[in-house]
């Protein structure tokens, strides 16, 4: 089992910055693929970025100018840099951990970034 923890959600102005933390614990995967997906009201959880052990790092395409993804092994974290925020940001994101390929995915329980206009 792992767990996953997220934190750094809030409200922010558009145009601002939050970076959001993903705090990994349990029987972590050596080889693991550990990410960020988010879902806004109404819409389907889509992806935003993912990173690999071997840091090999994957956005959504919409994305990938304004949010980096990067790891932190010691601590078994993930952070979520989220720059030039828009109001269609506004979702919960969810931290998720899966075993490279395995399709099982374990997920965190959310956290609510809203940015207003």
């Known amino acids: 089992q792992v767990q996953l923890v997220e934190s750094g959600g809030g409200l922010v102005q558009a145009g601002g910055s939050l970076r959001l933390s993903c705090a990994a614990s349990g029987n972590i995967f050596s080889r693991y693929v550990m990410g960020w997906y988010r879902q806004a009201p109404g819409k389907q959880r889509e992806l935003v970025a993912t990173?690999?052990?071997?840091?090999?790092?994957n956005y959504a395409d919409s994305l990938e100018d304004r949010f980096t993804i990067s790891r932190d092994d010691a601590k078994s974290t993930v952070y979520l840099q989220m720059s030039s925020l828009k109001p269609e940001d506004t979702a919960i994101y969810y931290c998720?951990?899966?075993?490279?390929?395995?399709?099982?995915?374990?997920w965190g329980q959310g956290t609510q970034v809203t940015v207003s206009s």
């Open positions: 990173i690999t052990y071997a840091g090999r790092a």
């Open positions: 998720t951990i899966r075993e490279l390929y395995n399709s099982e995915a374990y």
